[in-house]
């Protein structure tokens, strides 16, 4: 059975070769060739996986066109800001574009935010951690309950502090 990841098939390449199979037996048992046995035999774990650029789309040309307008919304007044439909229109009367409503509700979607924080008007991800030290400060509550002893109900006067 072949191994299932490219990590056990260095592994299972590595101790085939470690018992004395040769390379073209290694490359014919495992259906890999010459370079990925001679990968395995040098390094126990395989290189990472490369990243891809991302592909260009319809979008690509007009997204300058796009960040203009929505840098330009954050000086207008609330109820003259863009939507992403009246951003849809006027790429489509005015640069006679071809993209889908989705293309640009996506973009504009992650990108509104973005220029918000770049121009500084965004909201900042941000963490205060709570600490408190040690008899620094406590919290103290009063309260009265009513408990039943030995069959009389009485009511005593409890505290509880938390520092």
């Known amino acids: ?3 299932k990841s490219k990590v056990d098939l260095y592994a299972a390449i590595r101790r085939d070769a470690r018992t004395g199979m040769s390379t073209r037996a290694l490359m014919r048992k495992y259906g890999v060739g010459y370079e990925t046995v001679q990968r395995a035999l040098i390094s126990a ?3 990472p996986r490369k990243k891809m650029k991302p592909r260009e789309t319809r979008l690509d040309p007009y997204k300058p066109v796009i ?4 840098t330009a919304d954050l000086t207008a007044p609330r109820k003259q800001r863009h939507t992403i439909k009246r951003i849809y229109d006027r790429l489509l009367d005015e640069h006679a574009a071809d993209v889908s409503y989705q293309m640009v509700r996506g973009y504009v979607a992650v990108r509104r935010a973005e220029i ?3 121009t500084g008007k965004g909201v900042v991800d941000a963490f205060v951690p709570q600490t408190h030290r040690q008899g620094a ?3 103290v509550d009063f309260g009265d309950v009513t408990v039943n ?3 009389e ?3 005593c006067y409890q505290t509880a ?3």
Do not use: F, K, N, Y
């Not at 960040?67 to 929505?70: E, K």
């Open 161 to 163: 502090l938390d520092s």
């Open 1 to 3: 059975m072949l191994p």
């Open 67 to 70: 960040d203009a307008i929505l």
């Open 45 to 47: 774990l395989p290189e």
């Open 153 to 155: 109900l009485v009511t």
């Open 116 to 118: 918000r924080l770049q």
């Open 137 to 139: 400060e406590a919290e």
């Open 149 to 151: 002893l030995a069959g």
